[in-house]
């Protein structure tokens, strides 16, 4: 079974950075692709980003593009997400998902999830 906690969240500014991390265990990290959502309150699931098991293929939302960025240590059995130049929008609830297929895109596809950290951008 695998289980996985998330760190890193908090309070920023708007303009600032953020580093999330996910870390895996209980299962074989590399042979999983990873993502991660967000939940803001009184919105469904959003996609952010999703990264390939070999960390070659990376995967963005529109609205993330360009500002984050995702990357794993399969040594470390962590996934990552850069956040820079945050904006009061990207406040939610961020969740990294594991996927032992092929899906990149879909909250369907994953089938383990973390509990979430809580991200808040203020203006």
């Known amino acids: 079974q695998v289980q996985l906690v998330e760190s890193g969240g908090g309070l920023v500014q708007a303009g600032g950075s953020l580093r999330l991390s996910c870390t895996s265990s209980?299962?074989?990290?590399?042979?999983?692709?990873m993502g991660w959502f967000r939940q803001a309150p009184g919105k469904g699931r959003e996609f952010v980003s999703a990264?390939?098991?070999?960390?070659?293929?990376?995967y963005y939302s529109d609205s993330v593009k360009g500002r984050f960025t995702i990357s794993r240590d399969n040594a470390k059995n962590q996934v990552y997400l850069q956040m820079n130049s945050v904006k009061p929008e990207d406040s939610a609830v961020y969740y990294c998902?594991?996927?032992?297929?092929?899906?990149?895109?879909?909250?369907?596809?994953?089938?383990?999830w973390g509990q979430g950290t809580q991200v808040t951008v203020s203006s």
């Open positions: 209980g299962g074989t990290f590399s042979r999983v692709v």
């Open positions: 990264i390939s098991t070999s960390g070659t293929l990376t």
């Open positions: 998902a594991a996927s032992p297929g092929t899906n990149y895109y879909s909250s369907a596809g994953y089938r383990y």
